[in-house]
């Protein structure tokens, strides 16, 4: 089975790129998928050369003018970025015969967001509380998408790896986030659709209520914020449809139009310069981040609640990485299966795990899920993130693949 070693430019700045090269190599592990562009962050690094690192917004290579030129969103470009990192991670790559995916992280973007709030989404209310969210329906986004994949592309990357390609949640709209609103599931779901006049549009061209949905929203969303009890279970269609109404719901299923044709879009592009796409669906992060218990809905029955439609995607995708954050191997399997289910049987389909905290806690747990994910149909297994994890935990991919025959 193919794996590969996520990684950023920092984790190779820190310690060397045939240093971190050659030990992933002593892994058994033959590919790396190294950030080309990612989001803000502050991380703990426990063998980085600060330990604790902070990750501007932007990419870590010059933006090619001619295809951002006259473009009205450029990505912010990182610090030594005209230094060539990727360049030069992708030379000892090839020198080592190692295979080596470009990761993006597309419409998750702070900094474009607060610099031209218009091209973000925009809540029942007209708001525009949603800075890191670039709303997938509007051109300008767009066109931004497809450039951005287009460059990456042409690092001469084996595959673009694409995150955050859909609408995003309303728990990841900025930063920092506060609330002593007791907001339900159901209740963010609403607060977090994109009701801006591309949305909105798009939704009327296929007949659905769009300013219906809106002022539906509103009242509810509007009645819990005033004090209203706030509405308890998952996200279903069923429950969404009792709670919200049936305009709500086709304006939430008619999502799924953008952002199908966003990513037909991005990976036509991607392929036209000699890649290929990966489609990395952020359900599964979202439901297992925190802790490792995703709740009950499996995320490819999950994934319409960002505006992704897995089977229209199965036609126009070739590659799939399905965040598989959990600590139970059988979850780890029902995931996978139903994406398999859903994208078909002749797609890619890539398992990230996690070999640590708080999915995993040994060798043995990490070969467990690895089996599970392989009889459940995954064709890959990558090991999320290399600067992030204490060399005792990275250890643990060389034991579990070997027991992984």
């Known amino acids: 089975m193919d794996a590969s070693v996520y990684l950023h430019v920092e984790d190779v700045r820190d310690e060397g790129a045939g240093r971190v090269l050659d030990r ?5 592990v033959r590919e790396i998928t190294v950030a080309a562009a990612y989001h803000a962050a502050r991380d703990v690094t426990p063998h980085g050369g600060s330990r604790v690192t902070l990750r501007a917004e932007g990419v870590h290579f010059v933006p090619p003018p001619d295809l951002f030129k006259g473009l009205r969103l450029t990505p912010p470009v990182r610090e030594g970025a005209a230094g060539g990192p990727l360049a030069v991670l992708r030379e000892a790559t090839l020198d080592r015969g190692m295979a080596m995916h470009g990761w993006a992280v597309f419409l998750h973007n702070l900094t474009l967001g607060l610099a031209d709030p218009e091209v973000t ?3 029942c209310f007209g708001g525009r509380g949603f800075p890191a969210s670039l709303c997938p329906a509007h051109p300008d986004v767009r066109l931004y998408a497809v450039a951005l994949a287009r460059s990456v592309a042409r690092l001469g990357v084996d595959s673009v790896v694409a995150e955050s390609l859909h609408f995003g949640a309303f728990e990841q709209g900025h930063g920092h986030e506060r609330s002593f609103v007791p907001l339900g599931p159901m209740d963010e779901f609403l607060f977090g659709l994109c009701f801006c006049a591309w949305c909105m549009r798009r939704a009327a061209d296929l007949g659905v209520k769009a300013e219906v949905a809106r002022e539906e929203c509103a009242r509810i969303v ?17 429950a969404l449809t009792a709670y919200a109404g049936p305009d709500v719901v086709a304006y939430a299923r008619a999502r799924s139009e953008t952002v ?20 990395l669906d952020g359900t599964g992060h979202r439901k297992g981040h925190r802790d490792g218990l995703p709740p009950a809905g499996l995320a490819a029955h999950d994934a319409w609640q960002l505006g992704v439609d897995l089977v229209a995607l199965g036609d126009l995708v070739p590659s799939f990485g399905v965040f598989a954050y959990a600590r139970d191997p059988a979850r780890v399997a029902d995931d996978i299966g139903a994406y398999r289910r859903s994208v078909g049987a002749d797609r890619d389909l890539r398992a990230v795990l996690r070999p640590g905290l708080p999915d995993t806690d040994s060798a ?21 993130t290399y600067g992030l994890l204490p060399y005792s935990v990275l250890a643990r991919i060389p034991k579990a693949l070997g027991h992984t025959p």
């Open 364 to 384: 043995d747990r990490l070969a467990d899920k690895i089996r599970a994910a392989r009889a459940a149909g995954a064709t890959a297994t990558d090991f999320t």
């Open 121 to 123: 989404m925009q809540d």
């Open 24 to 28: 992933v190599g002593g892994y058994g």
């Open 260 to 279: 199908t044709s966003l990513v037909s879009e991005v990976s036509a592009a991607v392929a036209a310069e000699g890649s290929r796409l990966t489609f």
């Open 222 to 238: 509007g009645g819990v914020l005033d004090g209203d009890p706030p509405a308890q279970g998952e996200v279903t269609r069923a």
